[in-house]
């Protein structure tokens, strides 16, 4: 059974990357032990199949262009991004976009939402893609290993926004802000101009959300009423702007009042590429 | 050159034998277990089969001035024993060694306790320290008389700033020689998973755990460490490496499958453990190997491979 699994995991790899994506993921820093595994779960097998798989969603489907990747610094970054489309595709293509067009090329790590590690199957899948769940101990030990860290501040206020508020950032939290002052990383927000149309939440339906546990439930113009193809996203495109790195010279320790001044420059630097890239764009949501 | 004398509990355990073995020729050994003596070869020293909690433990501490106490005497097993007399074993009988440690001036103390104190959630950071809160017993109570020792421990740590206590939270501990739970489960050759979680799990082994209860011993200094060895590892490829066959079984029936099975003595898994094979619990050590400049020599696909190699 094991021994299948993997065959049908290299046949995957084999068809599904080129010489040139598998050299890129080669020279990803990673730092494996004795078993092939880094010392957070990650596992390159995995990452070269997820990536396999999911790459045409990332060249094909929504066509992603990415600016100025090259301000990314090396070493450790902790990228802030605009959370929406309520499903997490926005966290996939900026992942995608560091390895594929990065240089040096590197593995984000995403902070995954807390309830997701009780998922069967989905628990293990995002910490072999090196996916932590979104723990201020773990993002902190993570920047102190020099790893680069995607976050995205609005949490589910975010992604759960309906299709009237797209591109309006929502209240950030401040906890990554106060671990890039204790790490002494900078932060580089990151636009991301396409997915918010994606998947269209119309209303939220609060009281069935409620009851099924989840943070939230989507009324899009196709789902619930195309059962299971209404949670196909929209074919947009997809462009990823990164911003200049922001560098704080501040005290870990300093006040909540001076935190927030600090979390509301990000933000305001964030709104200005999200409104920068939309002006580009223009009305071809699709082209 | 003969050191002072030590005393070692839980003296018929795998590992505490492995420990005897290489401090018998620096040191006089004094071996107490409440279980008899199992095999043929000798305790390398003077054994006493002893209730921790019994008169005669103050007269072995009043004879053997002993110098160091090594505490492995823990009913790891929730099989082996009910909650009561694991109470008295853990709870009770670490409180009077450590009274005696104190009255009869021991200068060095090591508690084996375990990293099972912090608890399995799926909830718990990635690399757990030792300044996390044992949250254990609030999802088993059956784990209380470990949480309890540990504290109880600590406690002892703090008081008596006189005495070098080590207490150290071990990750899973494999070896050949081991009869603890997971090492059992490893080397059968049906291993439980919880169907869709495979987490991340650390092992260290025997020889390795052998080494650092000796370098913990000799310290100077008191704290609470948390001990591992080389790489974290999928449980299914734990059990791959140990040559056994994995067997998925649904979360909502593993449960009270292991209760059930237990109670008609087909299987000996405790109920909690089933949490520690279905969230990753990984420890970090870093205090570990900077205070006592350790690292471990035997990588976790060694260790697992060797599993299944008899020695005795």
């Known amino acids: ?287 | 050159m003969r050191f002072g004398n030590v005393l070692i509990t839980g003296a018929t355990g795998g590992l505490a034998r492995l420990v005897a073995e290489r401090l018998k020729e620096s040191h006089e050994l004094v071996g107490a277990d409440a279980r008899s003596w199992p095999s043929q070869a000798a305790f390398p020293g003077e054994f006493v089969e002893v209730s921790y909690t019994h008169r005669k433990m103050a007269d072995i501490f009043r004879k053997h001035r002993f110098h160091t106490l090594i505490h492995m005497g823990r009913i790891r097993t929730t099989s082996e024993a009910n909650f009561h007399e694991r109470y008295n074993v853990n709870v009770l009988g670490t409180r009077n060694l450590l009274d005696l440690a104190k009255k009869y001036g021991v200068k060095n103390v090591v508690v084996f306790s375990t990293f099972h104190v912090y608890g399995a959630h799926g909830l718990n950071p990635m690399h757990i320290t030792e300044d996390q809160p044992l949250r254990a017993s609030q999802l088993f109570p059956e784990l209380q008389d470990a949480v309890d020792l540990d504290h109880y421990a600590t406690n002892f740590l703090l008081q008596n700033p006189g005495i070098h206590t080590t207490i150290l939270r071990p990750t899973n501990v494999v070896g050949s020689r081991l009869q603890n739970d997971i090492t059992k489960i490893l080397k059968s050759q049906y291993c439980p998973m919880v169907m869709g979680f495979d987490p991340m799990m650390q092992f260290i082994d025997q020889e390795d755990m052998a080494r650092a209860i000796i370098l913990a011993m000799r310290a100077n200094h008191s704290g609470i460490y948390n001990v591992i060895g080389e790489g974290v590892i999928p449980y299914s490829h734990a059990i791959e490496l140990a040559g056994g066959t994995p067997i998925p079984i649904p979360p909502f029936v593993a449960y009270s499958a292991a209760s059930i099975l237990k109670a008609v003595g087909m299987s000996r898994i405790p109920k909690h453990l089933i949490d520690y094979i279905r969230y990753p619990t990984l420890l970090s050590d870093e205090r570990f190997r900077k205070d006592f400049n350790y690292a471990p020599l035997i990588s976790c696909v060694e260790s697992l491979k060797n599993l299944r190699h008899l020695e005795n």
């Open chain 1, 1 to 287: 059974m094991a021994g299948m699994f993997a065959k049908l995991r290299q046949r995957i790899i084999e068809a599904g990357l080129s010489a040139d994506e598998l050299d890129r993921i080669a020279r990803a820093p990673l730092h494996l032990n004795s078993a092939g595994f880094d010392e957070w779960g990650l596992d390159p097998q995995t990452i070269k199949t997820a990536v396999a798989s999911f790459k045409w969603l990332y060249k094909s489907y929504f066509r992603v262009e990415t600016k100025n990747i090259d301000r990314l610094p090396k070493g450790r970054a902790v990228v802030v991004g605009n959370h929406g489309g309520q499903i997490p595709i926005d966290a996939m293509m900026v992942i995608l976009s560091m390895l594929f067009e990065g240089e040096p090329p590197r593995i984000g790590r995403g902070m995954v939402e807390r309830w997701v590690s009780s998922l069967p199957w989905i628990a293990d899948f995002y910490m072999r893609c090196g996916q932590i769940v979104g723990d201020q101990k773990n993002c902190k030990d993570l920047l102190e290993k020099d790893e680069t860290v995607v976050v995205f501040p609005e949490g589910v206020k975010g992604s759960g926004k309906t299709i009237e508020k797209k591109y309006q950032l929502q209240g950030f939290g401040s906890g990554f802000l106060r671990l890039t002052l204790e790490t002494g990383s900078p932060v580089v927000p990151v636009a991301i101009i396409g997915h918010e149309e994606a998947y269209p939440g119309l209303v939220d339906a609060k009281p069935i959300a409620k009851t099924l546990g989840i943070p939230y439930l989507p009324i899009t113009p196709l789902f619930p009423w195309l059962g299971f193809m209404g949670l196909v996203p929209l074919p947009t495109k997809i462009q990823i702007r990164y911003c200049e790195p922001i560098h704080f010279d501040a005290n870990p320790d300093a006040t909540d009042e001076e935190v927030r001044a600090m979390v509301e420059r990000v933000r305001m630097t964030l709104q200005k590429e999200i409104n920068q890239g939309l002006l580009e764009r223009g009305d071809r949501i699709y082209t």
